[in-house]
């Protein structure tokens, strides 16, 4: 059996951009273990840990195997045919197949297959020292790392993420001698920049973390983020406060430190009279510190700092942060005091010399557009029609305030702030904030029928503006972001359960537009529908086909009626039904009925009555359902009829001579199948 060794390799760099440390060091890990294992070499998958500062990205991979396995290595060249002339002299193409194998002509051997004979090459390989391969595995890594920019150093000679200072590969206590990007690797790490500058000897890849540890560097950058948000959780309790812990910001802060020191900072209480979100996004985007709410959810004038040492005078450090920071928060007071002169309404006009798209005019004309169509909504839901005009006419005022020009992700939050200063009603300025909604994949949708109106008024007037002009997704290119657009449209009409249709919501918003926007309502229709596999049906896809072949273009409904079949599917009568639907439907399909009204003095046989009165009872009671869209209890309705349509398949022969009979039990067939399909086409299923 081959002996086994841990292989450690570290890149030491200059600092990385934080943002991609995890990214890069799941990349170098997952392609190291792709060559491993194309070559040959195993390794003990599970136990494979990665490792990630801003000064070093580094995979240790236990259980390596020290000799590659003996392989076997197998050749086709070109047909018999080709490879000899009649006199059974080579061709330079069998010469130039042996060439390339190592071996005289004489060694290869013919392979028959049912396509004809093959000259073939096979030899059994001793594997290799692993130490042997290892360099160039790990080059061929790094040379496929996910990097947009490489930069270049010293004579230009090499381009990597930042410049590289050092390399470590060990298999094992052994050092794997290579050369990556002119530096020979050893057995050198190097902890804290500050606290432990000197060089240190890896004595075992088992032993990296603690010796780095020990060096002030906690190197696993999950262990570092989780160990700075339980040290940020205590310091905020401590203060009777809670730290608002976004994930993005923890992230970046973990990639900017390695030996993580949380620390206590306070600022001015007279900055709380400025919006907190104001106040919150400084401290995030600027200065990459934690604030802290109380007990009710106000901010509290305090802050916490993630510092990269341990200062001897940490309240130094604490008071040149304080410093920043009120420098920092006086800006967005300054912002929010000048941004106050101005009403928002009296911003709209401005908006005329902003370009929305160069196609689809200025914002103004969005604005413009998104209040007469968020007005069709509004008076389908009930929502009140003039403040929802209002609000649309005001809804991208915030876009040229100085506030959401320096922090962008509050637009909508400001706009209902100034709303609110300038005395607009209430419901309109929440609305300014609400129809945002849902930001992101978690995020809530609106459900405020103002809010709603105006969300899907801006997303409906995007989509059938975009795809009207040509600029469709293509492939993973979606550049104007239209796919999540239609996401947003489906949550909003799904789980807020609003009952509108997507062909008359795109006819209209068309309607608003001049003759050059294309009218793309089908591919508008069927790219939103599609979406609704993955978020409502579980990818289902004959789930999903039962209902699409039915037409529907109203997403709630689209979804009730899903949530139906998949609730029948559970029946135990299901499958029997399903494969009645599905003979009825191969019947009709080569046996057309003709429409007519079914003949009682045609019923000749006692199944054949059967079938007709229980068709004609279920009409009646799932009519009154299928009006309140209680599509469960109607598919739960018709599963009874499985007995009357056995019967009918069993006794009676549908395709008889007499023309007249023939039809009529077509028709019945069709009643049969309309039922159905008046929820779905249960015989996709």
């Given at each position: ?23 890069l060091v799941?990349?170098?890990?997952q392609?190291?273990?792709s060559y ?9 998958v599970d ?26 290595i ?6 018999i ?11 330079k ?14 060694s290869?051997?013919?392979l ?13 390989v001793?594997g290799?020292?692993?130490i042997?391969?290892?360099?160039s ?31 470590l590969?060990?298999?094992?206590k ?9 530096i ?30 020990a ?19 205590l ?19 973990t990639?900017l ?13 007279a ?15 600027h ?5 802290l ?8 004038p ?17 008071r040149g ?26 911003r709209v ?62 637009q ?11 005395g ?5 300025a ?19 029928l ?45 789980d ?21 926007i ?34 529907i273009?109203?997403p ?11 609730d ?30 079914i ?16 068709l ?22 018709l ?19 007499d023309?007249?009979v ?14 159905f ?9």
């Open positions: 059996m081959s002996k086994v060794e841990d292989f450690l390799v570290e890149i030491g760099i200059e600092e990385l951009p934080p943002q991609q440390i995890e990214t799941a990349a170098f890990s392609y190291l273990q491993l294992i194309a070559e040959g070499i195993a390794f003990n136990g494979v840990k990665i490792f990630g500062s801003p000064r070093r990205i580094a995979v240790l991979i236990p259980a390596v195997t020290t000799q590659q396995q003996e392989r076997l197998e050749k086709r060249g070109p047909a045919t080709a490879a000899y002339a009649a006199d059974g002299t080579p061709s193409a069998a010469l130039g197949f042996a060439e390339s194998c190592g071996v005289a002509i004489k290869l051997t013919e028959k297959t049912d396509k004809g004979s093959w000259l073939y090459f096979s030899q059994q001793a290799q020292k692993t042997d391969l290892l360099p595995l790990v080059q061929k890594a790094l040379a496929e790392l996910p990097i947009k920019k490489p930069m270049r150093w010293g004579n230009g000679e090499f381009a990597f993420i930042r410049p590289v200072h050092w390399i590969m060990l298999l094992g052994e050092i794997v001698k290579a050369n990556i990007f002119g020979d690797a050893n057995n050198v790490s190097y902890g804290h920049r500050i606290h432990a500058p000197q060089a240190i000897k890896i004595s075992s890849p088992s032993s990296y973390a603690k010796q780095l540890a060096a002030n560097v906690i190197a696993d950058f999950s262990q570092r983020r989780a160990y700075i948000e339980q040290q940020i959780n310091l905020a309790t401590q203060q009777q406060g809670q730290a608002v812990m976004v994930p993005e910001l923890l992230n970046m802060v990639g430190v390695e030996h993580p020191v949380m620390l206590l900072a306070t600022f001015d209480a900055f709380l009279r400025v919006p907190k979100e104001c106040l919150i996004s400084a401290m995030q985007d200065q990459k510190c934690f604030a709410l109380d007990k009710n959810g106000q901010l509290m305090k802050f916490i700092l993630v510092s990269n040492l341990d200062s001897t005078d940490p309240k130094t450090v604490i942060n304080e410093l920043v920071m009120h420098a920092r928060l006086a800006d967005a007071a300054f912002y929010y005091d000048k941004d106050q002169q101005n009403t928002l309404e009296s006009e401005q908006l005329k010399t902003v370009v929305y798209q160069k196609k689809l005019g200025s914002l103004y004309d969005k604005i413009i557009r998104i209040q007469k169509l968020a007005a069709f909504i509004a008076e389908k839901i009930n929502a009140d029609v003039k403040l929802t005009e209002r609000a649309a006419y005001l809804c991208k005022a915030d876009l040229l305030t100085n506030m959401v020009y320096e922090f962008p992700e509050l909508g939050t400001m706009g209902k702030y100034y709303a609110q200063h300038d607009e009603n209430k419901v309109i929440e609305a300014l904030e609400g129809y945002y909604k849902p930001r992101f994949a978690t995020d809530a949708v609106p459900d405020q103002i809010d709603i109106a105006l969300a899907l008024a801006d997303r409906i007037d995007t989509l059938v503006g975009f795809f009207g002009i040509g600029l469709v997704p293509t492939g993973e290119k979606d550049p104007y972001a239209l796919r999540r657009q239609a996401i947003a449209i489906l949550r909003i009409l799904v807020g359960q609003i009952n509108l249709d997507l062909t008359k919501l795109f006819v209209e918003a068309l309607n608003n537009y001049n003759s050059n294309q009218d793309k309502n089908v591919e508008l229709v069927n790219f939103c529908l599609e979406r609704l596999k993955p978020l409502y049906c579980n990818n289902n896809t004959e789930l999903f086909a039962s209902i699409a072949t039915l037409n273009t109203n709630y409904d689209f979804v009730e009626r899903c949530r139906a079949v998949e029948f599917k559970s029946l135990p009568t299901a499958p029997n039904l399903a494969a009645a639907n599905k003979r009825v439907q191969n019947l009709l399909q080569k046996n057309p009925a003709n429409g007519a009204n003949n009682k003095q045609l019923i000749l046989e006692p199944a054949e009555q059967e079938l007709l009165e229980a004609q009872s279920k009409q009646q009671e799932i009519t009154p359902l299928l009006t309140n869209s209680n599509y469960i209890e109607v598919l739960q309705s599963a009874s009829l499985q007995q009357p349509i056995d019967n009918f398949f069993t006794n009676v022969m549908v395709m008889v001579d023309e007249k023939r039809n009529n039990r077509l028709n019945l067939l069709q009643h049969l199948r309309n039922l399909l008046q929820v779905a086409d249960i015989s996709l299923l």
